[in-house]
């Protein structure tokens, strides 16, 4: 009994990624590149994530208004505080650029305000570019209305494509 409690300890620390210890690999096309402060890759100085290895992070939702919608719309995606901690990032704030060039700063302390969503789908599908996608940073408009004026609204990149830790 003790060699096989001590065996599922053994494998259960195995499947515990190692500080500093390399991501797993996308299998798919990367839609999102993480650079900058972080101390987990999978390429040289960044970390690449496909639409599944993101999802693997933990999936939850989020029900709000935004400003840009009618009514209200159920998303589904990660805790960007998740994404974060996976990459192992050290920084206060962070760079995010959108496909279409867009570019805005968003406080690491935001994440840490207001329970946010990197969505990756909305009413349950994966979200087109067309329709705001692949990835949108979602913030909680209807549990934090303070949320839907400058300079937070700003800071609700859709289209999101890469990331610098600063």
Known sequence: ????????????????PAEGSELPNPTGRPILEITGAIGRTNAPGKALFDLPLLESLGMRELVTITP????????????????????EARGKELEA?????????????????????LATRRDGRPMPVRERGP?????????????????YRGRAIWQLRSIVVR
Not at 1 to 16: D, E, G, T
């Open 1 to 16: 009994m003790r060699s096989l409690v001590a065996l599922f300890l053994a494998l259960a620390m195995a499947a515990i």
């Open 68 to 87: 840009w919608t009618e009514g209200e719309q159920r998303f589904s995606g990660i805790d960007p505080r998740a994404l974060l901690a996976t990459v």
């Open 97 to 117: 650029t959108a496909l279409d060039g867009y570019r805005v700063v968003i406080p690491v302390e935001d994440l840490q305000r207001f329970p946010m969503l």
């Open 135 to 151: 990835l949108w940073l979602v913030y909680p408009w209807s549990s934090h209305p303070e949320t839907a004026d400058q300079p």
